[in-house]
């Protein structure tokens, strides 16, 4: 079976419970008193403060190997700053892209969502435009540029998605909103963290903790219902975004066309990449980071290596 083979009842695209509906109307008035706005967290005037720290020290890529003590402390600090440019570029490819896919399910199926699920996918994508204007501004204040998309091997497939079963497109979504999410939360949450950047972060989750909610609601709908056939085929594609996600999301090849520097090690070397994604440190952060998005996943027999 093949996913544009996944039955889709346009009629009624979701078949929610009680407590789904309640739980997504509740989303939306959240979010109609609480939504950020673009001046909200930074403005033209917003000073960022390079010399500081933009996320934990021991968060970055290569700290704990020899790879990082072959750096000096200039070099480490930008370093971190293109780290954490490269969190907000991913940001930014994801969330500049949800609102069409979004939209484009309202567009095509209009009957057959609820009240409620119109009205969250319009406020989802709405949030995600300026949470992205946000970004492009962190970007604009630090003079960071934005990283090189990633390439198909890792989004690929996203390109099919507004031809499949929404549910797909909003699992993939929340597979990578939630591991970049956690991901950036769990790095830059400290006092010593620059504070426009650190608060940029938290502000942000605030939303991505509805948008979480809503996608694990329609995803644990749909998976209660499927049969095993449907199923299986988002299994395989999902488990397969969530792999290579989080080995980009550890440890980035790109790294070396975002410093001024030659770094003194390659990561276009295979053998050194893997070295660092594999590294003792990175073992230990990502499972502490990730271990809730993997329990989840696993119960809905998404990955089975944890
Ligand atoms: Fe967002
Ligand atoms: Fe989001």
């Given at each position: 079976m093949?996913l544009d083979?996944?039955n889709?009842?346009?009629n009624r ?5 009680a ?8 989303l939306?008035s ?5 939504s ?6 930074i403005?033209n005037?917003?000073?960022i ?8 020290v ?5 700290y704990?190997?020899?790879y ?12 971190l700053?293109?780290?954490v440019?490269?969190?907000?570029s991913m ?7 949800l609102?069409?896919?979004y939209v484009g ?17 319009m406020?989802?994508?709405?949030e995600e ?8 501004k962190?970007l604009?204040?630090?003079?960071e540029e934005?990283w090189p ?10 390109k099919m ?5 929404p549910?797909?497109?909003i699992?993939s979504?929340?597979?990578l909103e939630?591991?970049a999410e956690?991901?950036a939360?769990?790095t830059?949450?400290n006092?010593?963290?620059e504070p426009v950047?650190a608060k940029?972060?938290?502000?942000h989750?605030?939303e ?6 809503f996608g694990?609601?329609?995803?644990n709908n749909?998976?209660?219902k499927?049969?095993?056939?449907e199923k299986?085929?988002?299994r395989?594609i999902i ?8 080995d980009l999301i550890?440890?980035n090849?790109d790294?070396?066309?975002?410093v001024?520097?030659?770094?003194p090690?390659?990561?276009?070397d ?5 070295e660092?994604?594999?590294?003792e440190n990175?073992k ?5 980071r990730f271990a809730?998005q993997?329990?989840w996943?696993?119960q809905?027999g998404?990955c089975s290596?944890?």
């Amino acid at each position: 079976m093949q996913l544009d083979q996944i039955n889709i009842n346009t009629n009624r695209i979701f078949d929610f419970t009680a407590p789904d509906s309640k739980a997504i109307q509740n989303l939306v008035s959240v979010s109609n008193e609480k939504s950020l706005s673009l001046n909200s967290i930074i403005d033209n005037d917003t000073v960022i403060d390079k010399t500081k720290y933009p996320k934990k020290v021991d968060c970055a890529w290569c700290y704990g190997t020899k790879y990082w003590d072959m750096l000096d402390e200039k070099q480490k600090l930008e370093v971190l700053w293109a780290e954490v440019a490269r969190d907000v570029s991913m940001f930014i490819f994801l969330e500049q892209s949800l609102p069409p896919l979004y939209v484009g399910y309202i567009n095509q199926y209009r009957e057959g969502f609820s009240k409620e699920t119109y009205e969250y996918l319009m406020i989802f994508s709405k949030e995600e435009i300026v949470h992205t204007l946000i970004f492009r501004k962190w970007l604009a204040l630090t003079n960071e540029e934005i990283w090189p998309a990633p390439s198909d091997s890792y989004t690929g497939f996203l390109k099919m998605l507004p031809a499949v079963h929404p549910v797909v497109g909003i699992l993939s979504t929340l597979t990578l909103e939630w591991a970049a999410e956690t991901n950036a939360i769990f790095t830059t949450q400290n006092a010593d963290v620059e504070p426009v950047t650190a608060k940029m972060f938290f502000e942000h989750h605030k939303e991505e903790v509805r948008h979480i909610t809503f996608g694990r609601r329609i995803v644990n709908n749909w998976f209660s219902k499927a049969p095993e056939s449907e199923k299986n085929v988002v299994r395989q594609i999902i488990s397969k975004q969530l792999t290579s996600l989080l080995d980009l999301i550890t440890c980035n090849n790109d790294l070396q066309k975002r410093v001024s520097f030659q770094l003194p090690f390659d990561l276009n070397d295979e053998k050194t990449i893997s070295e660092i994604r594999n590294s003792e440190n990175n073992k230990k952060i990502n499972a502490i980071r990730f271990a809730e998005q993997l329990e989840w996943y696993k119960q809905l027999g998404i990955c089975s290596w944890v």
